[in-house]
């Protein structure tokens, strides 16, 4: 879609406009969380997160997630691997944690809404 064509009332954004990526790093063993996501928990078929493993599993620092925000596998991205998550925790380093920016999305797409 071009410029030209855009739907009355839309604009074009940057990224930093609407969103941001959260790079808060914890260790697993400090997250305060039984919940870690890892990329093979993240199915390119759906947003919703329906499995999931446990901190202990892993070792190294990975990346807090809040409810609401999405978590997108950018390690091969092709593969469109992405989850909006429905509760707090931790995810692979090898993920991108995105947060939207209120009153720049819709109240229901808004992480910690």
Not at 11 to 17: A, C, G, H, M, V
Not at 90 to 107: D, E, N
């Amino acid at each position: 879609m071009s410029v030209t064509t855009l739907k009355p009332g839309w604009q074009i954004l940057k990224f930093e406009d609407f969103a941001e990526n959260i790079a808060v790093r914890v260790s697993p063993s400090k997250a305060d969380t039984d919940i870690y996501v890892g990329l093979e928990h993240l199915d390119p078929e759906t947003i919703h997160l329906r499995t999931w493993g446990h901190p202990s599993d892993v070792d190294g620092d990975k990346l807090r997630f809040q409810k609401g925000d999405v978590i997108f596998g950018r390690r091969r991205a092709y593969q469109r691997k992405l989850a909006v998550a429905e509760f707090d925790g931790i995810c692979s380093a090898h993920a991108m944690v995105v947060r939207t920016k209120p009153k720049k999305m819709l109240p229901e797409t808004h992480a910690g809404s």
